[in-house]
């Protein structure tokens, strides 16, 4: 993980479509605004979620990450503020589809994202990355820029099988383009505690993955899936909700936790 002096840059990932990693994302980059940490929330999905989720109107919006991917704009020229989450975005619209075809002709494909985030770095505390549902270039270019990745899972029955793709990836890209990436937690989403299933399934998460799991668990809750179309995060349009709590207590938890491990890579002697 990074030092205090950068921000630290997390992907939010998992190839399944409709795993809550949206809501991660936005909920996440508002509550460690809640608690006066500078955000930048990137929009690594042409679907543009995230960008709408965040009060911003992808269609209308200057440029995007699709300019920026291919080297026509800067972050610092693109970025849009978020008034509602108090964070700034990356926007992502349409056109972005189209990045995949160009950057497959580009050096360094896979590295776009990455030498245009080393820019603006240093004005954040946090980089979040909200990545689509494939394993696709554009997630390559988000795995390619981050420390860390931050797995939201619903715990179903077919869940830990697709967690194995997601892990294989991360380790690959960790062996052959980005030696700084590690997976450093999966979030039980969308969780029901009425459902036997799903306590089963989240203790057979807790068996196998340690503490790679994340203590919050986040409820499925309806607020948080009314506050996109107020362009409101979650922990905004509802504070009080059930959700909206699970998401802040989650950003203390991640708080916590890079505290620690940029305690713990201080205290280690330079190579
Ligand atoms: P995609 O793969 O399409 O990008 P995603 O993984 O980003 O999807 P989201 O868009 O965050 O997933 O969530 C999918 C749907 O589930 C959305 O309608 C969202 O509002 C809803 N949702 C997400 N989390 C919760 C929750 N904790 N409780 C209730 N609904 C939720
Ligand atoms: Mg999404």
């Given at each position: 993980m990074n030092n205090s002096k950068s921000a630290h840059i997390f992907c939010v990932a998992n190839q399944k479509g409709g795993v809550g990693k949206t809501t991660t994302a936005i909920n996440l980059a508002a509550a460690l605004a809640m608690s006066r940490k500078k955000v930048l929330l990137i929009d690594l999905d042409p679907q543009g979620n995230a960008t709408m989720g965040s009060g911003i109107d992808k269609n209308t919006v200057d440029q995007n990450l699709y300019q920026v991917l291919i080297g026509e704009a800067s972050i610092a020229k693109a970025r849009v503020r978020s008034e509602a989450g108090k964070y700034d975005v990356l926007p992502a619209n349409r056109e972005l589809s189209g990045a995949e075809i160009d950057l497959i002709q580009m050096d360094q494909r896979e590295q776009q994202l990455k030498l245009a985030i080393d820019q603006i770095a240093h004005e954040y505390d946090f980089v979040l990355i909200d990545c689509p549902?494939?394993?696709?270039l554009l997630t390559l270019n988000g795995l390619a820029s981050a420390n860390g990745v931050i797995v939201p899972m619903q715990c179903e029955y077919f869940a830990l099988e697709g967690l194995s793709d997601l892990v294989n990836t991360i380790k690959r890209v960790h062996h052959?383009?980005?030696?700084?990436?590690?997976?450093i937690g999966l979030l039980r989403v969308m969780f029901d505690t009425r459902v036997t299933l799903q306590q089963q399934v989240s203790a057979q998460i807790e068996n196998h993955f340690g503490d790679k799991v994340y203590k919050t668990i986040i409820p499925r809750n309806v607020r948080l899936a009314e506050a996109p179309s107020h362009g409101l995060p979650g922990v905004i349009y509802d504070r009080n909700s059930r959700g909206a709590k699970a998401y802040v207590e989650f950003g203390n938890e991640l708080m916590k936790q890079v505290k620690k491990s940029t305690l713990l890579e201080q205290a280690r002697p330079p190579r």
């Amino acid at each position: 993980m990074n030092n205090s002096k950068s921000a630290h840059i997390f992907c939010v990932a998992n190839q399944k479509g409709g795993v809550g990693k949206t809501t991660t994302a936005i909920n996440l980059a508002a509550a460690l605004a809640m608690s006066r940490k500078k955000v930048l929330l990137i929009d690594l999905d042409p679907q543009g979620n995230a960008t709408m989720g965040s009060g911003i109107d992808k269609n209308t919006v200057d440029q995007n990450l699709y300019q920026v991917l291919i080297g026509e704009a800067s972050i610092a020229k693109a970025r849009v503020r978020s008034e509602a989450g108090k964070y700034d975005v990356l926007p992502a619209n349409r056109e972005l589809s189209g990045a995949e075809i160009d950057l497959i002709q580009m050096d360094q494909r896979e590295q776009q994202l990455k030498l245009a985030i080393d820019q603006i770095a240093h004005e954040y505390d946090f980089v979040l990355i909200d990545c689509p549902p494939t394993l696709s270039l554009l997630t390559l270019n988000g795995l390619a820029s981050a420390n860390g990745v931050i797995v939201p899972m619903q715990c179903e029955y077919f869940a830990l099988e697709g967690l194995s793709d997601l892990v294989n990836t991360i380790k690959r890209v960790h062996h052959n383009i980005n030696p700084q990436l590690q997976l450093i937690g999966l979030l039980r989403v969308m969780f029901d505690t009425r459902v036997t299933l799903q306590q089963q399934v989240s203790a057979q998460i807790e068996n196998h993955f340690g503490d790679k799991v994340y203590k919050t668990i986040i409820p499925r809750n309806v607020r948080l899936a009314e506050a996109p179309s107020h362009g409101l995060p979650g922990v905004i349009y509802d504070r009080n909700s059930r959700g909206a709590k699970a998401y802040v207590e989650f950003g203390n938890e991640l708080m916590k936790q890079v505290k620690k491990s940029t305690l713990l890579e201080q205290a280690r002697p330079p190579r």
